[in-house]
């Protein structure tokens, strides 16, 4: 889906396939060597256990939250994640967001505002390229979100910890 493929079907058959390929390897080694960098980057600024809860938190909410309003693309019936295929309700969906943004809090409300603008627009785009690359979602791109949406998070921190804004340890 990310780096493959020609055609829609072909990208959801390069999805299927549980070997990991070359770009899937170097995704997966580069994203983890970004969390150690990221979270390396903010040892200096106080408690990285709630970076850590917030990063995982909100980027699964994100990820998640593409299930609201986009089609499951994959076949149902050898689905490994036919759960996935059934449609969020609006109340889910607003429970999901507030539970994945309420460990923000911890750091103030200009971050908490900046995380949801981030995502924000990350969504938009993702969703955008999604629907352009192969209409809808499958697990692995609900996967590939929250991982990036991870990464967008702890860059932001990061930018509020060199501008001095990360406060860290109080609810403003």
Known sequence: ???GGMTAE???SIMKDSRIGTYGAASLVMALLCKFLFLEALLGYGNVLMVWVLGYSFSRAIAASLIFDMPYVSDLDSSKSKPLANKQTLPELIFLLLCGLAPALWFGWQVSLSLVLVAVVFRIFFKAWLMARIGGFTGDCLGAAQQIM???IYLLLIVFAGLGYLSMGMIE
Request: aromatic share 0%; with cysteine; proline share 0%.
């Open 10 to 12: 072909r990208r959801l």
């Open 1 to 3: 889906c990310i780096g």
């Open 150 to 152: 991870e990464l967008l």
